[in-house]
DNA sequence: TGAATATATGTCATATTCGACATATATTTA
DNA sequence: TAAATATATGTCGAATATGACATATATTCA
């Protein structure tokens, strides 16, 4: 595994440095990866263009901040139900979605 | 809420019947259902286009049989992650899933 | 038809995800 | 720089999702 990619996915919980690492992740395990991390790099980015910090986005979808950290951090105990639930509260369109998860 | 509508959302758990039915679900609770419903068909789509029985298909995602029943019954208690994985077992792609969710 | 196969539905114990809290660290601003 | 504000990280009990199982119902097909 590569540095930079391995530097990706050491956002938490993301077994790195198990045999998954070794043996590399299978092309469905990465895809799902990928699209959590994506959509996590596009709920940091609408709450900052919205001006909110992360005690008034919990606020608002009524969870905390640690939890809102760890979502824009990509941790792995973090559901999409929930990344895809924050960004719908943020004003994210489902064809928005679309384009987060299928970018590359 | 229309016939129609209420007879979708009748995939158990959707609280129809309750406060949210009453007063109307949000466009984000709206938008939220609507992929889990995409997500759902889409599923049993492609598992009976690769002619794969419940119980085949469970076995290959490490799952059972009245999982995969709910998954494709939309039931509110089955997450969006695994409907999202099951669906990249079966060779979708992230633009297959971008497609299912942004389509009304 | 009736047996075989497939799918639906309900329940449960276990696993995972949750919000909350404490507190560390980083960033902004006066 | 120091205080204020924002974000990160670890932990926990509660809430929710999970696979498994039993069993009902539906569908296929001989």
């Known amino acids: 595994m590569k ?3 391995r530097k990706k996915l050491e956002a938490k919980g993301w077994k790195v440095g198990t045999a998954a690492d070794f043996l590399g992740l ?3 395990e990465e895809a799902f990866i990928e699209m959590k991390l994506s959509l996590s790099k596009s709920l940091r980015e609408m709450r900052r263009r919205k001006h909110l910090s992360q005690i008034e986005f919990a606020k608002l979808i009524k969870s905390s901040q640690s939890r809102v950290a760890k ?3 990509g941790e792995a105990s973090v559901s999409i139900d929930l990344l895809i639930k924050s ?3 943020l004003g994210a369109s489902q064809k928005d979605l679309a384009k987060v998860i299928s970018t590359k």
Chains 1, 2 share one sequence.
């Open 3 to 5: 540095h930079a990619k």
């Open 71 to 73: 979502m824009e951090a």
């Open 26 to 28: 299978s092309p469905e």
């Open 87 to 89: 960004l719908l509260a």
